[in-house]
């Protein structure tokens, strides 16, 4: 490993992928230094991170609390709301941008960062599942690469490592199917928010784990599969594994599969994505199958779990239907959450949402901007419960 | 794929790696060229697989057989016995010598094709059990490649495609843990040669059989990995894994584990060590994890499976041990076979042999052809059953 230091921006720092970056970079502080962090309105760990870390600014959402991150940070330049993200993610003086923002307002911040011909290490996948397209074409004429942190596409970014592209014969993603993989679909209007909160397997943010619920997250990750690897939507499968041990593999031309394991465990594919192409020593806890005795695999259950075909239909649509497809899901994801629909409204808005719409085949910048908007106002009030 | 033509000399071509590798080698013809094949006594095999592919010159190992090769090939070369088949490994107008003989008989054709410059596709682990560390000086001095064919060793290789050696924590080879895996101790001592050929998922050869039985080739693949990948022993562990479809693991320091999978076939890594580094198109069984369900893994138990143990000792006291292991264990093992000893006695008569023998720091190549007579001679007359 070059002893190089590299500079990193962190949006989203007081997330759970943020944090766990910054446990990262402590531990490697010749290797990695923080130049910008960004938090939406955790002011006092941002506040705790600029200490520890200083960067050379930052910038926090909530407007109410600029004057205290001010105060607290003397000699910090502090940036406030989304043009102080925006203006974060458009600076140059980095070697990579962690995107650890959720949902769709970590989409513009991507492009950006790309336009400044900064390499992205993507949280967030919500930017490939809306601007997929648009994004891969940013990136060929900045020359800008994309790191992906999700597990199963660092782990299919591993098994990618020194192979031909022209030899892959498909990707197949594994998700544990969540909480839910088991219950009758009966009772599926019952699910309660604590409920849909409980994963079996990873410790995550709030609307990735009912993501994981729904499995939209599996059709979320076809998506941002398709584009990070460039592969048709029939080159990539989905396998239930409810271990989470397996990240997810990739089949050759010649029937050898490659697959990426672990402790289901962030820390490992947030490093990775920094580290790249490199392994840096960690004693984190060490893959014991001995110990774990049992992998299973299962179809998913495309009855139970409508999202996922929702998503494979709205790649083979393409245009704005992902587009839709992923605001509308986050929309009733956070109503359903608030309490205002039951877990099987998610599904049902998406759908509504997608046929309501007015269909672009090529949407820009600003067209994906306001189907965000339309699709927002759209599903906010058109449910009922 | 690069369309030049590559010349393959196949050495033991009517065993089972043999003919699995004329499969390939049928299925692409442009890419490759047979240009030597020998055979130890099967002679109506080599003739038909001669007459298919038209390779310059074959050997024959049984001499009563050569006339009727000869006068079944009119126009190619055909030598015989031990020097026919040190002659083809000589040559240097190949690019690949694929080394599918059985047993302590093929570690000099392996030397031979090394000194010629040839790259070697080593399905042969006795070569690097019995003389890793000289192979490894000649590989160097002659600027030569060696590609794995067994499973275990090729799931490593690909594993290790494109990644940093220094970022190497651990291999974990894999093993069904044979027919015996279940079978009490107690029962050991009864065991019989059907029982024993019974592999419960890959068709192999008779020799390798038994030593999945003894669990001695797991023990063996240990020592080849040793010498293939530059690890120490305390690099190298066993898991038992019955199902046979991850073919082995590489951890990484950041904790990341790199596996390769497939159906329990030879084909795939015969022919990736033909192909390598691309992975050549073939309608082979696709793997399809939620239709097999469950894979499990336990630890190997070393007090039913003492070779084990032997063959890691042998590997810690290095020099002329690994050599006698590996021969005391191979003649055993044929005496098994001939039902002159029971399945206990081959750990038993590896290890008199070992105990016996006079140790050599640093064994040459004639040392171990020396050690190979003695412990031949040892072990046959060592145990009256």
Redesign the interface.
């Given at each position: 490993m070059s002893t190089s230091t590299k500079f990193i921006s962190i949006l989203g720092s007081t997330g759970s992928i943020g944090v766990n970056a910054l446990n990262v970079v402590r531990s490697y502080p010749d290797h990695y230094q923080i130049k910008y962090l960004s938090a939406h309105s955790q002011a006092d760990l941002l506040i705790e991170q600029a200490r520890e870390f200083l960067p050379q600014a930052v910038s926090i959402g909530d407007a109410t609390q600029l004057i205290k991150v001010k105060q607290a940070l003397p000699g910090i330049e502090v940036l406030q709301g989304r043009t102080g993200l925006l203006e974060l993610a458009s600076r140059d003086d980095v070697d990579v941008m962690l995107n650890a923002l959720v949902g769709s307002a970590g989409m513009e911040p991507t492009i950006k960062s790309i336009q400044a011909g900064v390499d992205v290490a993507l949280s967030n996948k919500e930017s490939l599942v809306m601007a997929g397209d648009f994004i891969n074409g940013l990136l060929e004429a900045h020359g800008v690469k994309l790191f992906p942190v999700d597990s199963e596409h660092s782990a299919i970014w591993?098994?990618l490592?020194?192979?031909?592209a022209e030899?892959i014969k498909r990707l197949?993603i594994t998700g544990s199917g969540g909480p839910f993989r088991t219950l009758p679909l009966e009772s599926f209007n019952n699910i309660t928010v604590a409920q849909a909160l409980k994963h079996p397997n990873w410790v995550m943010g709030r609307k990735i784990t009912i993501d994981s619920a729904t499995m939209m997250n599996k059709g979320l990750e076809v998506i941002e599969a398709r584009w990070l690897f460039h592969l048709p939507a029939e080159k990539i499968d989905i396998?239930?594994?409810p271990q989470s041990i397996?990240h997810s593999?990739v089949?050759?031309?010649?029937?050898?599969?490659?697959?990426?394991?672990?402790?289901p465990d962030m820390?490992?594919p947030i490093?990775?994505a920094l580290?790249y192409?490199?392994?840096?020593?960690?004693d984190?806890?060490?893959?014991d199958?001995?110990k774990?005795?049992?992998?299973?695999?299962?179809?998913p259950d495309l009855e139970k779990f409508k999202c996922i075909q929702l998503a494979f239909d709205a790649l083979e649509q393409g245009g704005s239907v992902p587009v839709i497809l992923n605001v509308a899901n986050e929309t009733a994801v956070y109503r359903f959450l608030d309490g205002e629909i039951p877990f099987n409204a998610i599904p049902e808005l998406i759908t509504k949402a997608i046929d309501a719409h007015e269909f672009l085949e090529h949407p820009n910048l600003d067209d994906i901007l306001a189907l965000e908007q339309w699709t927002q106002a759209f599903t906010k009030r058109s449910y009922r419960s």
């Open positions: 591993q098994c490592t020194g192979e031909a030899d197949v396998v239930v594994h397996i593999m089949e050759f031309l010649d029937g050898s599969v490659k697959a990426q394991l672990g402790i820390k490992i490093q990775y580290s192409p490199r392994h840096l020593k960690q984190w806890e060490q893959l199958l001995a774990i005795g049992t992998l299973t695999f299962e179809q």
